[in-house]
T-cell receptor, first 114, second 115 residues
Framework: GNSVTQMEGPVTLSEEAFLTINCTYTATGYPSLFWYVQYPGEGLQLLLKATKADDKGSNKGFEATYRKETTSFHLEKGSVQVSDSAVYFCALSGDWSGSEKLVFGKGTKLTVNP | EAGVTQFPSHSVIEKGQTVTLRCDPISGHDNLYWYRRVMGKEIKFLLHFVKESKQDESGMPNNRFLAERTGGTYSTLKVQPAELEDSGVYFC?????????????FGPGTRLLVL
């Protein structure tokens, strides 16, 4: 079945550091890929998405490129801020069955220190 | 526009009791999903409604879980009787119907603790 593997956390960075959170997936067909973020005390929010190979999703300085050849969707940000501290979830949806359910990775907790 | 809301935000019950969680989707969203995150594990899909119909309930763990969406608006998820392993955060999400992958908007979740 479909699955998502993302790097284990927690990740601790200093403000203005470069961030990479790795995400790889296994899926039948051509899934859409997502990054969701959960800030402390809040629900999940869509951060960015990509629906086909080579698409780049971007939002709030974060970027991720849908790489079909390496089945990856790594999240990057050039300069993190304290306000980026949150849990980040990589997810996929859509396969040959037409299911729209999201399949999530375990989440990576990011802490950014001033 | 109001987002997805869930009630209660927290629930602490004893093993064997019944708990009912409620989700109000964004107005006009036909799709409603339930997910669960057990501590330390992935967020896992439970089921998907399209309006009042169950489109996919392949993630429901067992028959102690009953989901309804009467009238195609809000949804309830009842756990009866609750077991210790049911503890976790239950998320609801909604999306519009469309021709492709529509963005799912999540609620804040209900934290359930079964003692």
């Amino acid at each position: 079945g479909n699955s998502v593997t993302q790097m284990e956390g927690p990740v601790t960075l200093s403000e203005e550091a470069f961030l990479t959170i790795n995400c790889t997936y296994t899926a039948t067909g051509y899934p859409s890929l997502f990054w969701y973020v959960q800030y402390p005390g809040e629900g999940l929010q869509l951060l960015l998405k990509a629906t086909k190979a080579d698409d780049k999703g971007s939002n709030k300085g974060f970027e991720a490129t849908y790489r079909k050849e390496t089945t990856s969707f790594h999240l990057e940000k050039g300069s993190v801020q304290v306000s980026d501290s949150a849990v980040y979830f990589c997810a996929l949806s859509g396969d040959w069955s037409g299911s729209e359910k999201l399949v999530f990775g375990k989440g990576t907790k990011l802490t950014v220190n001033p | 526009e109001a987002g997805v809301t869930q009630f209660p935000s927290h629930s602490v019950i004893e093993k064997g009791q019944t708990v009912t969680l409620r989700c109000d989707p964004i107005s006009g969203h036909d799709n409603l999903y339930w997910y669960r995150r057990v501590m330390g594990k992935e967020i896992k899909f439970l089921l998907h409604f399209v309006k009042e119909s169950k489109q996919d309930e392949s993630g429901m763990p067992n028959n102690r879980f009953l989901a309804e969406r009467t009238g195609g608006t809000y949804s309830t998820l009842k756990v009866q009787p609750a077991e210790l392993e049911d503890s976790g955060v239950y998320f609801c999400a909604s999306s519009q119907s469309g021709q492709g992958m529509e963005t799912q908007y999540f609620g804040p979740g209900t934290r359930l603790l079964v003692l």
